[in-house]
């Protein structure tokens, strides 16, 4: 059974930092590459973040997150990461782990970063 189950959102204030966490089980993880999605209220989901499959390779980030936030994962833990800084208000979104090879895609639930004073 293929699961991809986000972690670690939550409601931080405007400038703290918050790290996502994403754990894969069921496919062969270091195959596929990894992006981050997210989804505010009213608005289409986005592409935030993504890095290739063994982590060396390409790795992109939107503009609106460019040098704010950093995407890792450990291929030995099955696991993708998004660390996230100086956080926005804009930054409030359901956030969502994706992983894909070639046709192959899998999405986690997502999980809620909220920003607010």
């Known amino acids: 059974q293929v699961q991809l189950v986000e972690s670690g959102g939550g409601l931080v204030q405007p400038g703290e930092a918050l790290t996502l966490s994403c754990a894969a089980s069921g496919f062969t993880f270091n195959t596929y590459a990894i992006q981050w999605h997210r989804q505010a209220p009213g608005k289409e989901r986005e592409l935030v973040a993504g890095i290739s499959s063994n982590g060396n390779g390409n790795i992109l980030y939107a503009d609106s997150v460019k040098g704010r936030f950093t995407i890792s994962r450990d291929n030995s833990k099955n696991t993708a990461f998004l660390q996230m800084s100086s956080l926005k208000p804009e930054d409030t979104a359901v956030y969502y782990c994706?992983?894909?090879?070639?046709?192959?895609?899998?999405w986690g639930q997502g999980t809620q970063v909220t920003v607010s004073a």
């Open positions: 994706k992983a894909i090879m070639g046709r192959s895609a899998y």
